[in-house]
């Protein structure tokens, strides 16, 4: 049986709702991923595209800065412009 998960942007502007199992399931317990989750670690799900669902307009505004990451990548976060 298929887990169903959903869910959406914290203004209700976007919703979303996949259908699928995660293709990848990861843990990254670099330092930028401590503080953004405020945890050692922040855990990532990856779905497959033609199992996922999205309804309302996405509104991307400006990437929110982000220090580097331990691995020396610079790194910045889209962020819903009705959210932020």
């Given at each position: 049986m298929t887990k169903s998960y959903a869910g959406g942007c914290a203004c209700g502007a976007v919703r979303y709702e996949i259908t699928g199992e995660p293709a990848v399931m990861l843990d990254c317990q670099c330092r930028q991923c401590q503080r953004y989750s405020g945890t050692g670690h922040q855990s990532h799900l990856t779905f497959v595209a033609?199992?996922?669902k999205v309804e309302g307009e996405?509104?991307?505004g400006r990437p929110q800065a982000m220090a580097a990451p331990s691995s020396g990548a610079p790194s910045?976060?889209?962020a819903d412009r009705r959210c932020t």
């Open positions: 033609a199992e996922v996405v509104s991307i910045a976060r889209p």
